[in-house]
């Protein structure tokens, strides 16, 4: 069991929405993890966005939150000078809000992993120079 998850806009869409290509493998994933899922803010607004066309989906993500299986630790007003530094580091990828948001959320806590569907995480670096730890599917990598 992975006790220290991170989780991006992709998987967690996946797992609440069966119609999603990826849903099989965030169901397998998510069954291996201990613990609350971690993400930021700016994931949620993606997720809830992606999911705009079914209300019940967009629920269960809200209904995970206010159990406490999904947690949000991470304050943007906190944070926002070294995320506008990664912001400007990886602008040619061109990176999102959520992603840098992602990346420096595992900075503040360096054992995570986190689990995504995008490929972009395989060239990030925490605190410049470290690879992060991911849960990716092998094709996406």
């Known amino acids: 069991m992975i006790r220290c ?3 991006d806009a992709g998987p967690l869409t996946a ?3 069966a119609d ?3 849903h ?3 169901l397998e ?6 613990g609350p899922l971690l993400t930021v803010e700016p994931v949620i607004t993606e997720v809830l966005f992606l999911l705009r ?3 019940d989906a967009q ?3 809200l209904r995970m939150i206010a159990s406490g299986a999904l947690r949000i630790p991470f304050r943007l007003e906190a944070e926002a000078e070294p995320v506008r530094r990664l912001l400007a580091k990886y602008h040619d990828l061109p990176m999102s809000l959520a992603d840098a948001c992602l990346v ?3 900075e503040l806590l360096d054992e995570h992993h986190i689990c995504t569907l995008d490929a972009d995480f395989t060239i990030y670096r925490k605190h410049g120079k470290s690879a992060i730890r991911l849960i990716i599917p092998a094709e996406r990598q």
Do not use: C, H, Q, Y
Not at 29 to 34: D, I, L, M, P, V
């Open 53 to 55: 066309s079914d209300p």
């Open 104 to 106: 420096r959320l595992t």
């Open 5 to 7: 998850v991170i989780v």
């Open 29 to 34: 994933r998510f069954k291996e993890f201990a």
């Open 59 to 61: 629920d269960r993500v």
């Open 24 to 26: 099989g493998w965030a």
């Open 15 to 17: 797992f609440v929405d």
């Open 20 to 22: 999603d290509a990826w």
